[in-house]
């Protein structure tokens, strides 16, 4: 399957959150982070914003350019990840509530759900497979495109 961020453009202008100008700040912030311009995660966070978070699937996922501008939250989040062991190629996209949430390595675009136990024992050893091969593919997932006609 083909994974579009013009699809979840298309969605988050019938949304409402999806502008036509980006954010200056987001784009500053997202520089800092050290996410390639040129990438469908940089184009995502800045011009889509409904606040914070996002909402979909019962689970709210951060916006990356929000938080790394307006909280401590998200660099606590990464020093966090780094303190167990992960690289700093990772980038949490959600708080983790309940011991678990979603990573994005912005060295390989790919995003992979993980959790304490387990889950987090084979992200360290590196055996860990990503859930979804791209940022876009994830999008499609979270937001359930896949399923909207």
Not at 19 to 28: C, G, L, V
Not at 101 to 119: S, W
């Amino acid at each position: 399957m083909t994974y579009s961020l013009a699809r979840i453009e298309q969605y988050g202008r019938q949304q409402g959150w999806w502008y036509d100008e980006p954010y200056e700040s987001y784009m500053i912030a997202l520089r800092d982070l050290g996410i390639a311009e040129d990438s469908d995660f940089f184009r995502f966070f800045v011009y889509a914003e409904d606040g914070p978070t996002f909402c979909s699937r019962n689970h709210e996922l951060a916006h990356i350019g929000w938080f790394m501008t307006n909280s401590s939250d998200l660099k606590l989040g990464m020093a966090n990840l780094q303190a167990m062991g992960l690289s700093n190629a990772y980038v949490p996209l959600d708080t983790f509530a309940g011991e678990g949430g979603y990573v994005y390595n912005k060295q390989t675009d790919q995003v992979m759900y993980m959790e304490a136990g387990a889950l987090m024992q084979q992200a360290l050893a590196g055996t860990l497979e990503p859930q979804w091969a791209t940022f876009t593919a994830f999008l499609h997932w979270y937001f359930e495109l896949d399923s909207i006609t």
